[in-house]
Structure formats: C-alpha cells, structure tokens
C-alpha cells in the first residue's frame, strides 16, 4: 500500500479509501490511486480489510451430507458454483463445509463466527428437527436457510423452491397419464423437503377422486441407495406403473433397474423427477422433470448474506420461488 501511495502522490490513507470507499475520493483522486495500482499489480489483503473494516467478507455454505453424498449429488455442485461466483463479484470469500460427526455444525459455526473466520452462512438442506436451527437463531450468527424451516415460527431467513407444489404437479401428470399405483422415491425423512413432497403428492392423489394406491420410500439421495431400493420395488409384487423421485439422480437409477428387469419407460413403468440437477441431460427416454430453476435460491441467499454481512439492513428474507413442469418422454 506504501509503494502505491508513493507511486501515486498520496498517502496510504487515501489508497485505503480508494480500495475501501472509493466515493469518498474525488474522480480525479480515485483514478491517480487505480493508476498506480494496475501499474504495480496491487491486491488488498483480504483478511487485513475485514479486520481494519471489522467486517468478515466469507461466507460458509453447509451441506449437512456426508463428503460422500454430497460428491455424488449435482445439487451441491451448481449450487456451490452459483454461489461461489457470486460472491467473487463482491469480493467475498465462500467457504464448503460438509457434515462432521465429531462435532455440531452448531458449535462449528458459532467458534467459526467467533475468530471471524466467517461472516455468515447459508445452510442447505434444513431439518425437520428444529432444535438445531432455534440455537443458531439464538446465537449471534447470521444465517440463511436454503430450504423451508420446519415450521414458521422459528422467524429466520430462508429461500426455497415450491417443492411441494413440483410434487403435486408431478404426482398429477401420472394421474392424468391414468397411473392409479404410484410411488415416491423420496429425501431422507430429516428434510423439510421430504415432507414437502409427500404432501404435494398425497394432495393430488386426494383430489384424484377415485382409489389411488400411493407407496413413500426414503433414500439417502445417492446413486447408490437409489438403486437399491428401485431394485426391491420393481421386483416386488406390487411393483408401481408411476415413479416419482426427489432428484434426476434417483430417476436414473429407476432406469437402470428398470432396463435390469426389461422393463420399458415409459410403456411398463414411468418416472418424474420433481428436481432436475443436471443428470436428467444424460437419461433416455428424455426425462420428464420439474424444472425448479434452483440456481436462483443461491443467488439469492448469496445476494442477501452480503448484504446482512456489510450492515445494509436487508428486509426479512421468505422467499418461494415458482416452478414448472417440463414434459419429456418418460411418462
């Protein structure tokens, strides 16, 4: 910063607010200090700023999965990207943590906040169990779900998709295909998604106004505990004509056990994805999915995190963005 200072005419404390709060700078100061700057290839220190600035510029994302789980799951790829870009164009920092059984993500976070390794966090995937998320809220830690809390009184920021509503339109599709057996391959019984899909689905199996024979099964969200089950189910004797599942990842694995068992998508069994990651471009036939546009839920967490990080006083954050279904040739 000396050496820019020099280079430029001024002193270290007009470099800083160029760096800083470049408004403050007259235009024909703020471009002498950007000058010197491009010439000798300066960088601010980033960890420097937020102490000098008092403000943590870094962002933790939490995927409450095993490193596993969270490799196999496209998800957590494109929404870490997502967000990973956006806060480079505001000069943040974002940090990935997964699950870690030695120790809480609660008591992680709050020591993390504590020797300001971080500003904030985004939190995937949010429980059902809502002890966790009331002692985060009790904690100083500024956090944004990305996901539905499990219930509305605990006040805390949150975007999400209408998960429930990608349900019910997936669940009607089948009906309105005359599926009459249908069964939904779902998240883990924790999420707050999970409860989510079912009831979209149970709701339009209830308005169907004839007998509907729903099944629920729970997978771990990985290729591999996909397979497993789809295995069991369409060897059994009550094998569905309908799949519906959380993810493009588990509508594969309803292929692949269907191709096991020769059976033909859609003409023996069809499958819906209520989610679509990315594995849905690589499944033929073309898979008919819900396109939930989830890139959006990570910019705007990200978006709203920098701004509660740099003290902008944003509005409460409860946002459900809308969701559409795109039909391919799987049901």
């Known amino acids: 910063m000396n050496d820019v200072a020099r280079l430029a005419g001024v002193s270290s404390q007009t470099v800083s607010r160029a760096v800083n709060s470049p408004n403050l700078l007259s235009p024909a100061t703020l471009a002498k200090v950007r000058r010197a700057i491009d010439?000798?290839?300066?960088?601010?220190?980033?960890?420097?700023?937020?102490?000098?600035?008092?403000?943590?510029?870094?962002?933790?994302?939490?995927?409450?999965?095993?490193?596993?789980?969270?490799?196999?799951?496209?998800?957590?790829?494109?929404?870490?990207?997502?967000?990973?870009?956006?806060?480079?164009?505001?000069?943040f920092v974002l940090q990935l943590f997964t699950a870690n059984p030695d120790e809480s993500y609660v008591r992680l976070f709050k020591r993390l906040y504590r020797e300001k390794r971080v500003g904030g966090l985004l939190l995937t995937c949010p429980s059902m169990n809502t002890k966790e998320i009331g002692e985060l809220r009790s904690s100083a830690v500024p956090f944004v779900l990305i996901g539905r809390p499990a219930a509305p009184d605990l006040d805390v920021d949150y975007v999400d998709v209408d998960n429930a509503a990608g349900a019910h339109m997936a669940a009607q599709h089948l009906l309105n295909k005359g599926h009459r057996d249908i069964a939904l391959l779902n998240a883990p019984k924790f999420m707050t998604l999970s409860e989510d899909l079912r009831s979209g689905v149970q709701r339009a199996c209830q308005e169907q106004g004839e007998p509907v024979r729903f099944t629920e099964i729970h997978s771990e969200l990985t290729y591999k505990s996909g397979l497993e089950i789809m295995r069991r189910l369409i060897a059994s004797d009550n094998r569905?004509?309908?799949?519906?599942?959380?993810?493009?990842?588990?509508?594969?694995?309803?292929?692949?056990?269907?191709?096991?068992?020769?059976?033909?998508?859609?003409?023996?069994?069809?499958?819906?994805?209520?989610?679509?990651?990315?594995?849905?471009?690589?499944?033929?036939?073309?898979?008919?999915h819900v396109d939930t546009g989830f890139e959006r839920i990570g910019i705007v967490a990200a978006e709203h995190m920098m701004k509660v990080i740099l003290k902008k006083n944003p509005p409460p954050l409860r946002t459900v963005l809308d969701v559409k279904l795109t039909e391919g040739k799987s049901t």
């Open 39 to 91: 010439l000798l290839d300066y960088h601010p220190n980033v960890a420097a700023q937020s102490l000098a600035n008092r403000t943590v510029k870094m962002i933790g994302l939490f995927m409450p999965f095993t490193q596993e789980q969270v490799k196999s799951n496209m998800f957590f790829h494109s929404l870490s990207a997502t967000v990973c870009q956006r806060c480079a164009q505001h000069d």
């Open 240 to 288: 569905p004509t309908g799949i519906i599942t959380a993810d493009d990842l588990l509508a594969l694995t309803v292929k692949r056990a269907a191709d096991e068992a020769r059976l033909r998508i859609p003409e023996d069994i069809a499958v819906i994805s209520t989610f679509a990651s990315g594995w849905y471009d690589v499944m033929e036939p073309e898979l008919t």
